[in-house]
């Protein structure tokens, strides 16, 4: 299984990007999709993933702000990211089946 993430970059605080996943292999094979991220330092943490039964978790952090889809007839994941804040640099990673994983892209926010 290959993800390829997209659409990283740097932006304002307050500004908006939205994170593309490419996956190789159609999204509905896969119990859990999601993404993560990883700032400088520390140590990867999630940001949002679907579950099983179709559920949606997100991180306290960036609830609200930040909206995870999908199109499972594209095979395609987003991360659809609101009012970033510095705190959110970071590299965003791509997740299926808490298993494979794309090589991140990076976000930065400059305050």
């Known amino acids: 299984v290959q993800l390829v993430e997209s659409g990283g970059g740097l932006v304002q605080a307050g500004g908006s990007l939205r994170l593309s996943c490419k996956v190789s292999h159609t999204l509905r094979r896969f119990n859990a999709l999601g993404w993560y991220r990883q700032a400088p330092g520390k140590e990867r943490e999630l940001v949002a993933r679907?579950?099983?039964?179709?559920?949606?978790t997100y991180a306290d952090s960036v609830k609200g702000r930040f909206i995870i889809s999908r199109v499972d007839d594209a095979n395609m994941l987003y991360l659809q990211m609101n009012g970033l804040q510095p705190d959110d640099t970071g590299v965003y990673y791509c997740?299926?089946?808490?298993?494979?994983w794309g090589r991140g892209t990076q976000v930065t926010v400059s305050s």
């Open positions: 997740n299926v089946a808490n298993v494979f």
């Open positions: 679907f579950g099983s039964g179709g559920t949606t």
